[in-house]
């Protein structure tokens, strides 16, 4: 996940925030306060935010499926309405020929054969092979299957698909944030703790919280090492800032 804008500020304001505790120009007793109060609002919006996801999830699933059900009905018709299935049920393939020998005839089947997804024998196999899944009993699965194979069906299965991909996307990008910023404020309260001689944390343990909300946004494996590199550069600052360094 490649970091945004937000993500890069965050990342600058922890560090000031750390550098700021450190120097003394911010006091550890200060900002204790302000800090849990940013973790209990963190936490709230987060279950909220999540829950007003999943809600629009379900909006956005269900809205797709009631369009999806209108498309499969509106081509089954399609096929009783143009003529090409008949009372029996039948296939009467001499009105399919009449639509496609007609430019100014327009339906699903003969677009796929003037588009050159189907030959005109493709074509009229598929009628036939819907007309025997019609008098199945139990063929309404099947039928349904065979109008997913037409056009108008598979651009709104892809379309569907692609929505719910960027909405899952949204959903990732903002959890990895309201995670490093509960990952932030850990480190910053790990830190001002040091400073009061409540809970001195190791070295290994802030490193360790700005690995996961810096390092593990790189891909390449070489800019992580050189990243790496900058980080433990950063931390000897900060702890010749906090008098720990010999």
Do not use: W
């Not at 800090?35 to 996801?53: F, I, K, P």
């Not at 999943?54 to 309405?81: C, D, K, M, P, S």
């Not at 990952?183 to 190791?202: H, K, Q």
């Not at 891909?219 to 360094?245: N, Y």
């Amino acid at each position: 996940m490649a970091p945004t804008r937000i993500h890069r500020r965050i990342g600058r304001l922890a560090a000031l925030l750390m550098a700021s505790v450190a120097a003394g120009c911010i006091s550890p007793d200060a900002i204790a306060p302000t800090l849990a109060h940013q973790r209990t609002g963190v936490t709230a919006l987060a279950a909220s935010y999540h829950h007003d996801l999943r809600l629009l999830r379900e909006l956005i699933e269900n809205t797709l499926a009631q369009r999806r059900a209108l498309l499969t009905g509106q081509l089954h018709r399609e096929l009783i309405v143009r003529g090409y299935i008949v009372a029996g049920p039948a296939a009467d393939v001499d009105a399919f020929a009449r639509d496609r020998a007609d430019p100014a005839a327009e339906s699903t089947l003969v677009r796929a054969v003037r588009d050159g997804r189907m030959t005109t024998e493709q074509a009229e196999a598929y009628l036939r092979d819907y007309v025997l899944a019609m008098r199945l009993s139990d063929g309404r699965d099947l039928r349904r299957q065979m109008l997913a194979e037409l056009e108008p069906l598979k651009v709104h299965d892809a379309a569907a698909e692609d929505a719910l991909k960027a909405l899952q996307d949204h959903v990732d990008v903002t959890a990895a944030l309201l995670n490093e910023l509960q990952l932030t404020t850990s480190a910053l309260e790990m830190f001002a703790a040091s400073e009061t001689g409540d809970v001195p944390p190791a070295r290994s343990d802030i490193e360790s919280l700005l690995r996961q909300t810096l390092l593990i946004q790189i891909e390449d494996d070489e800019r992580r090492e050189h990243a790496a590199a900058a980080l433990a550069a950063a931390m000897d600052v900060l702890d010749t800032l906090s008098g720990d360094a010999p």
